[in-house]
């Protein structure tokens, strides 16, 4: 098992850019994928982003291909969502998850960190 704690979310403007820190403590971090989905209150949570426990395999979610990238330190154990050009559509809360494998399932992640907002205006 291992604790997630995001940090990073604030109010933004169209365009803008803002990188989401989610740090690990507990457990073995490089024994985990890690995956970022977020969700907006009464709608389903949606797969974001998700990363191998080495970094060598990046998924990204359709809706934000080509604008976020997910990346991550071992190290430090932390993972990383850099995200630009962003939308009001990208108005949520962004959850950090840990999975024994790398997937976009969100039932397949044990672990979850409480959330930070990003609230995205035009």
């Known amino acids: 098992q291992v604790q997630l704690l995001e940090s990073g979310g604030e109010l933004v403007q169209v365009g803008d850019s803002l990188r989401l820190s989610c740090v690990a403590s507990g457990g073995t971090f490089r024994d985990y994928a890690m995956a970022w989905f977020r969700q907006v209150p009464g709608q389903e949570r949606e797969f974001v982003a998700a990363?191998?426990?080495?970094?060598?395999?990046?998924f990204l979610g359709a809706s934000v291909k080509g604008r976020f990238t997910i990346s991550r330190d071992n190290a430090k154990r932390e993972v990383y969502l850099q995200m630009n050009s962003l939308k009001p559509d990208d108005t949520a809360g962004y959850y950090c998850?840990?999975?024994?494998?790398?997937?976009?399932?969100?039932?397949?992640?044990?672990?979850w960190g409480q959330g930070t907002q990003v609230t995205v205006s035009s």
């Open positions: 998850a840990a999975a024994a494998l790398v997937t976009t399932q969100a039932w397949e992640y044990k672990d």
């Open positions: 990363v191998s426990w080495s970094g060598g395999s990046t």
